[in-house]
């Protein structure tokens, strides 16, 4: 079963006048691949995935996979509807994808073991990793330790995206060692690492994508000192990244590098000119 660790980017999805820009989306893909990320994640919240419908969804996967090996790719499934949910699923499957990134269904609130239910019967028809999305400020419902010591159980359930703003559950997972323990919160990915959590699905990795993935490398040497300078070099920026709604702050500075428009869907809008400004700022004191 596949193990996954170092920098994953969560891709923002291009948008021209109102439509996919699909050379976009690949001409990213290949400079992040080519800046020594171990992965992307399609179809994420970053990706602004409800905004797309399930066949937009499946054409960016498609056209990632074009250029990213598919051992390189991740696919965001989420959802409230199961039969829906497997639907999209069995499509995923059809294409060479690393694993599934999944949420607990959102706004309904399940029960604990309602969630282990849920999780299980899409493992049960996975023909490659799960990596559990826990997100609780998103879907309204915190997943507790002994949900995920139930699901680690399942051999098809590998990994957490941990956005779950418990350090007492972060430390317990790692402990643990079943489950894979990716950071999803950006600013906390050098007190994860530090615990021994294996790496990061970071947002904000679109930006200085070297020095992210220079952490991972620090990390691996065990300098801690060298990895803490990486890591509050990058701190600035990473909070910048999240002063707007996710991911109109990114989408700005990856326009300033001409690699996309400025463009979000509904009900998502531009980063205000503050954060534009002090990104602009950001941006071109870092280039000099």
Partial sequence: MSSFSGIWVPLVTPFHQGEIDFTALKSLCTRLLKRGIDGVVVCGTTGE????????QLQVL??????????QVIMGLSGTHMPVIREM?????????????????????????????????IADHATV?????????RTGVQMELDTFRQLAKHPRITAVKDCGGSIDLT?????????????GED????STLSLGGKGAIAASS?????EFVQLIKQFKEQDIVA????????????RLMFSAPNPAAIKFALSLDGLMDNELRSPMLPAPENVELAVRGLLNQHSR
């Fill in 49 to 56: 995935a409800p905004m797309l419908t399930k066949e937009e």
């Fill in 62 to 71: 498609d056209a990632v996979l074009e250029v990213v090996p598919g051992h």
């Fill in 89 to 121: 699923q069995d499509a995923i499957l059809h294409r060479p994808v690393a694993g599934l990134l999944i949420p607990a269904p959102y706004y309904i609130r399940p029960s604990q073991a309602a969630l282990v239910a849920w999780f299980t019967e």
């Fill in 129 to 137: 990793p799960v990596v559990l999305y826990n997100i609780p400020y």
């Fill in 171 to 183: 430390l317990s997972l790692i402990a643990d060692g079943e489950l894979d323990v990716l950071c």
């Fill in 187 to 190: 600013v906390q990915i050098f």
């Fill in 206 to 210: 679109h930006i200085f994508t070297e």
């Fill in 227 to 238: 990895a803490r300078k990486t890591f509050f070099g990058l701190l600035p920026m990473i």
